[in-house]
């Protein structure tokens, strides 16, 4: 449920100089097909990448719920974190933080 959502959010963000990542915590190479139908299926337009075990675990920082997603500001600062998914809340959320990570750049 949440892909779709990113996809939106990003072809509306990207003009504006922000940058969705998305990062699979499964093993590359026992993913890497099932990870590109992904990708192709739900049209993601946006980097996909894996993150190692020690880099996922302190981000999830102990939470196992899947999807995670975090703002970031261009100065690394973790703007807000996201656990799980709710199709008629996440995604405003999502947009509020991002105009927020958006408006520290301008000081």
Wanted: aromatic letters at 8%; glycine letters at 8%; hydrophobic letters at 40%.
């Amino acid at each position: 449920m949440e892909t779709p959502e990113l996809v939106k959010l990003h072809k509306e963000y990207q003009s504006r100089g922000v940058e969705m990542i998305g990062l699979s915590t499964e093993d590359p190479a026992a993913s890497a097909e099932s990870v590109s139908d992904f990708i192709r299926e739900y049209k993601v337009d946006y980097q996909i990448g894996w993150a190692k075990r020690e880099v996922a675990a302190t981000l999830m920082q102990g939470r196992g719920s899947i999807p995670q997603s975090f703002v970031i500001a261009r100065d690394g600062r973790i703007v807000r974190r996201f656990i799980g998914f709710r199709p008629d809340l996440t995604p405003g959320q999502i947009k509020a933080a991002l105009e927020e990570a958006l408006a520290l750049e301008k000081g």
